[in-house]
């Protein structure tokens, strides 16, 4: 339940997908530290090179995995990442502010997948979130579509339809968020979290990180305050952990603020993604 909109249906395109949340292989792997970030420039790839390398290129996989996604940070070390999608649109342009000053008063560092729909309907709310150093804003698309080249959706929502529609998912939101910020994302997140191969691809090739999750921490903001802390309480070291923060009638503040607290006493710290990732 990753749509952070609605629950878990039928899609129109006739694939039913499951609500399990969490990818069977997380893929931790050996500790390493921060390391230098690339240059904040944006990406010379162009839609019409995007479309000549894939046009006609067959997925093979679907889902929550892909070469290059990433699931956990690397090595661990008691460290977790919180990550919170603000997905826009109808029913999906809320701010939970309640959740956003938990973290501010914890002093929680985490990092924000936005998309294009919601900036616009919270502009004021974007400009605080990003000013504030304790959060970093990450990649949600342009439109909160699955990043699909044949059209395959998930829990409802039509996916993008060709290779040249997963670079407007993409470079939609980016070229926004870069104008709003003064540099490019580095991590991107598709609406529902599901990618197929070649879609993967394209994200790296416009030279963002495809950032999935390894703990579903609120079932795309549907789960009740204890459903959330019991699902955020149970991360291991290296989890990246999604909630959501656009849904204020949610269980997600509520949640998170009885975990996090657990998580804290039991040894572990927080940070961003760019912290933890090269």
Known sequence: MLAGCSGPRKSTSGDTVSGSGSPTDPKATAAGAPTSR???????????????????????????????????????KRV?????DACGGPGGSGYDRALIDFLRERRIPATLFLNSRWIDANPSA?????????????????????????????????????????????????????????????????????????????????????????????????FTPEQVRT??????????????????????ARGIAAAVPRLLAGGHTFVRLSDALP
Do not use: Q
């Open 80 to 84: 977790i990442a919180l990550t919170f």
């Open 126 to 222: 974007f400009h605080r979130l990003a000013a504030d150093p304790l959060f970093e804003i990450a990649n949600h698309g342009t439109r909160h579509r699955p990043l699909s080249v044949t059209g395959r959706s998930a829990y409802g929502i039509p996916g993008t339809r060709s290779a040249a529609e997963v670079y407007d998912e993409i470079a939609g939101n980016r070229a926004k968020l870069t104008g709003l910020l003064g540099a490019p994302p580095r991590f991107f997140r598709s609406g529902t979290a599901y990618c197929d191969d070649i879609a993967a691809r394209i994200v790296t090739d416009l030279e963002e990180r495809f950032v999935s999750f390894s703990v579903n921490g609120d079932g795309g903001a549907t």
């Open 231 to 252: 699902a955020v309480a149970s991360a291991r070291d290296g989890s990246i952990v999604l909630c959501h923060m656009n849904h204020p009638r949610g269980g997600t």
């Open 38 to 76: 690339p240059s904040p420039t944006a990406s010379s790839v162009t839609r019409a090179e995007i479309v000549a390398r894939y046009g006609h290129a067959i997925p093979r996989t679907w889902g929550f995995d892909a070469p290059g996604v990433v699931h956990a940070l690397p090595g661990g």
